[in-house]
C-alpha cells in the first residue's frame, strides 16, 4: 500500500491554484501536525485491526507546501508514520517543496527524517511568467534550493513545469525546457495550465481566450515537450510525466496501477479495500475530530471522512484502463484477468479493435497502449472504456 499526506500550508495562494491550501498562523500549523499524527495513529491501528502488517512502499508529502511549516514537524508526521505504519527499507519517501522555503538545515532534517525524494514546483524558469502566476520565487531562488538539495543529498529529484501560461510564448517555454534539462535532474512532470473555477486566473481569464496561448501555441508547446526531454534522454512514461530511467515517481505509477493508498489529512483521499473515500475538507471540522474526540479511533475517523464509495466490479474495470493506459508502458491482458477473473477481450474486445483500428492505441505483447496519436487526444479515447 501506499500514504499520501497532506500538508495544506502555502506562503501564499498561487493565483491559478485551486488545490486545498492556504496560508495559516504557527499556531493553527502547529495544531494541525498534531491532528494529523493522531490520525496516522488512528489509521495504522485500523489497518492492523484489518489487515495484520501490511508493508508500504511508497509515502508521498504533498500540499500546499511541506517545506513552508517547521522541519521538526515534518520530522515527527515521519516518527509517527514508522511507528504506525510498516515501510519497506528501500520506500520511496517523496515531498513536494517550493523554491524560495528549503535552507540547508531544513533538508539535513528532511533526509534524516527518510525523505529520499524531492519534487521542486519550478513551473517557468522566466521571471516575468512566475511573477504573473503570482508565484513566491524566482528563477535565481529556484537555482539555489536546487542546488542546496543536491548538497544535501538529494540524487532524485522532480521538476514540475507548465506550459500555455499568460503571457507564455514557444520561445519562453523552449527556454525553460532547456534550463532544466541542462540541470540532469532525474524527473520532469510537465502540465498544461488549467484555469480552474474560483481562482483569481478564472476571473481574469476565462471568456478571455486571447489573453493565453492559442490552441496552435500550445500543441507546439506540448509537441516540444516530448521533443525536447526526449533528446535529452528522459522517457515519456505517463502522459504528462517523464524521468530517466528507472526514475519514474513510485508512488505516482502506483496510483495509476490502482495499488490501494490512505489520504492523511484534511481533505486528503483514499482507495482502500475497494472503496473511496476523503477526509472532511473543513479545518475546523478536522481539527475538533482529532484533537477533542472522544477515545474511540475507529468511530473518529468515520467523522473525519464522508461516506465512502463502494467501488464496484464496472467502476473498478473502467479505472483499470483509464489509470493504466495513461502509463506509457500501458496494460496488460494478464493483469486485466487476474484482477478481475475475465478476459479483457471478453469485456472490452469491441472498444479495444476500434481504437486500435483508427490508429489510437496498440497492441503490446502483453496488452494495449496509447498509440502517440491517441496520446495527443488522451481525454477523448480514455473515456471510450466507460462501460
Ligand atoms: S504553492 Fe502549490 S499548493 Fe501552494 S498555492 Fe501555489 S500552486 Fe497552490
Given at each position: 500500500?501506499?500514504?499520501y499526506?497532506?500538508?495544506?500550508?502555502?506562503?501564499?495562494k498561487?493565483?491559478?491554484?485551486?488545490?486545498?491550501?492556504g496560508?495559516?498562523?504557527l499556531?493553527?500549523?502547529e495544531?494541525?501536525?498534531?491532528?494529523?499524527?493522531?490520525?496516522i495513529?488512528?489509521r495504522?491501528e485500523?489497518v492492523?485491526?484489518e489487515?495484520?502488517?501490511?508493508?508500504?512502499?511508497?509515502?508521498?508529502?504533498?500540499?500546499?507546501?511541506?517545506?513552508?511549516?517547521?522541519?521538526?514537524?515534518?520530522?515527527?508526521?515521519m516518527?509517527?508514520?514508522k511507528?504506525?505504519?510498516?515501510?519497506n527499507?528501500?520506500?520511496e519517501?517523496s515531498?513536494e517543496?517550493?523554491?524560495?522555503?528549503?535552507?540547508?538545515?531544513?533538508?539535513?532534517?528532511?533526509?534524516?527524517?527518510?525523505?529520499?525524494r524531492?519534487s521542486?514546483g519550478?513551473?517557468?524558469?522566466?521571471?516575468?511568467?512566475?511573477?504573473?502566476?503570482?508565484?513566491i520565487?524566482?528563477?535565481?531562488?529556484?537555482?539555489?534550493?536546487?542546488?542546496?538539495?543536491?548538497?544535501?543529498?538529494?540524487?532524485?529529484?522532480?521538476?514540475?513545469l507548465?506550459s500555455?501560461?499568460p503571457?507564455?510564448?514557444?520561445?519562453?517555454y523552449?527556454?525553460?525546457?532547456?534550463?532544466?534539462t541542462?540541470?540532469?535532474?532525474?524527473?520532469?512532470?510537465?502540465?498544461?495550465?488549467?484555469?480552474?473555477?474560483?481562482t483569481?486566473?478564472?476571473?481574469?481569464y476565462?471568456?478571455?481566450?486571447?489573453?493565453?496561448?492559442?490552441?496552435?501555441?500550445d500543441?507546439?508547446?506540448?509537441?516540444?515537450t516530448?521533443e525536447?526531454?526526449?533528446?535529452?534522454?528522459?522517457?515519456?512514461?505517463?502522459?504528462?510525466?517523464?524521468?530517466k530511467?528507472?526514475?519514474?515517481?513510485?508512488?505516482?505509477?502506483?496510483?495509476?496501477?490502482?495499488?490501494?493508498?490512505?489520504?492523511?489529512?484534511l481533505?486528503?483521499?483514499?482507495f482502500?479495500?475497494?472503496?473511496?473515500?476523503?477526509?472532511?475538507?473543513?479545518?475546523?471540522?478536522?481539527?475538533?475530530?482529532?484533537?477533542?474526540?472522544?477515545a474511540?479511533?475507529?468511530?473518529?475517523?468515520?467523522k473525519?471522512?464522508?461516506t465512502?464509495?463502494?467501488?464496484?466490479?464496472q467502476?473498478?474495470?473502467?479505472?483499470?484502463?483509464?489509470?493504466g493506459?495513461?502509463?506509457?508502458?500501458?496494460?496488460?491482458?494478464e493483469?486485466?484477468?487476474?484482477?478481475?477473473?475475465?478476459?479483457?477481450?471478453?469485456?472490452?474486445?469491441?472498444?479495444?479493435?476500434?481504437?486500435?483500428?483508427?490508429?489510437?492505441?496498440r497492441?503490446t505483447?502483453?496488452?494495449y497502449?496509447?498509440?502517440h496519436?491517441?496520446?495527443?487526444i488522451?481525454?477523448?479515447?480514455l473515456?471510450e472504456?466507460?462501460l
Amino acid at each position: 500500500m501506499e500514504l499520501y499526506i497532506h500538508i495544506p500550508f502555502c506562503a501564499r495562494k498561487c493565483l491559478y491554484c485551486d488545490f486545498l491550501s492556504g496560508s495559516a498562523s504557527l499556531e493553527v500549523q502547529e495544531k494541525y501536525l498534531k491532528a494529523l499524527r493522531q490520525e496516522i495513529r488512528w489509521r495504522g491501528e485500523s489497518v492492523r485491526e484489518e489487515k495484520g502488517e501490511e508493508t508500504v512502499s511508497s509515502v508521498y508529502i504533498g500540499g500546499g507546501t511541506p517545506t513552508v511549516i517547521d522541519p521538526e514537524g515534518i520530522c515527527r508526521v515521519m516518527e509517527t508514520v514508522k511507528e504506525s505504519f510498516c515501510p519497506n527499507a528501500d520506500a520511496e519517501i517523496s515531498m513536494e517543496a517550493n523554491p524560495g522555503t528549503l535552507t540547508a538545515e531544513k533538508l539535513k532534517l528532511y533526509r534524516q527524517a527518510g525523505v529520499n525524494r524531492l519534487s521542486i514546483g519550478l513551473q517557468s524558469a522566466d521571471d516575468e511568467e512566475l511573477a504573473r502566476l503570482g508565484r513566491i520565487h524566482t528563477w535565481a531562488d529556484f537555482i539555489a534550493s536546487y542546488r542546496l538539495a543536491r548538497e544535501a543529498g538529494f540524487d532524485n529529484i522532480n521538476i514540475d513545469l507548465m506550459s500555455s501560461l499568460p503571457g507564455q510564448t514557444t520561445a519562453s517555454y523552449e527556454g525553460t525546457l532547456r534550463r532544466v534539462t541542462e540541470l540532469l535532474p532525474e524527473h520532469i512532470s510537465a502540465y498544461s495550465l488549467i484555469v480552474e473555477e474560483g481562482t483569481p486566473f478564472y476571473n481574469k481569464y476565462s471568456g478571455y481566450p486571447e489573453l493565453l496561448p492559442d490552441e496552435e501555441e500550445d500543441r507546439r508547446m506540448y509537441a516540444m515537450t516530448e521533443e525536447i526531454l526526449g533528446a535529452a534522454g528522459y522517457h515519456r512514461y505517463e502522459i504528462s510525466n517523464y524521468a530517466k530511467p528507472g526514475r519514474e515517481c513510485r508512488h505516482n505509477v502506483g496510483y495509476w496501477r490502482r495499488v490501494p493508498y490512505l489520504g492523511l489529512g484534511l481533505g486528503a483521499s483514499s482507495f482502500y479495500g475497494d472503496k473511496r473515500f476523503a477526509n472532511t475538507a473543513d479545518m475546523s471540522r478536522y481539527l475538533d475530530v482529532t484533537l477533542v474526540g472522544g477515545a474511540d479511533g475507529t468511530e473518529n475517523l468515520q467523522k473525519l471522512q464522508g461516506t465512502a464509495e463502494v467501488v464496484g466490479r464496472q467502476d473498478a474495470m473502467e479505472e483499470f484502463m483509464f489509470l493504466g493506459l495513461r502509463l506509457t508502458a500501458g496494460i496488460r491482458a494478464e493483469d486485466f484477468a487476474a484482477c478481475f477473473g475475465q478476459d479483457l477481450e471478453e469485456v472490452y474486445g469491441d472498444t479495444l479493435a476500434r481504437l486500435t483500428g483508427e490508429g489510437l492505441l496498440r497492441r503490446t505483447e502483453a496488452g494495449y497502449r496509447l498509440s502517440h496519436r491517441g496520446i495527443d487526444i488522451s481525454n477523448r479515447v480514455l473515456a471510450e472504456f466507460l462501460l
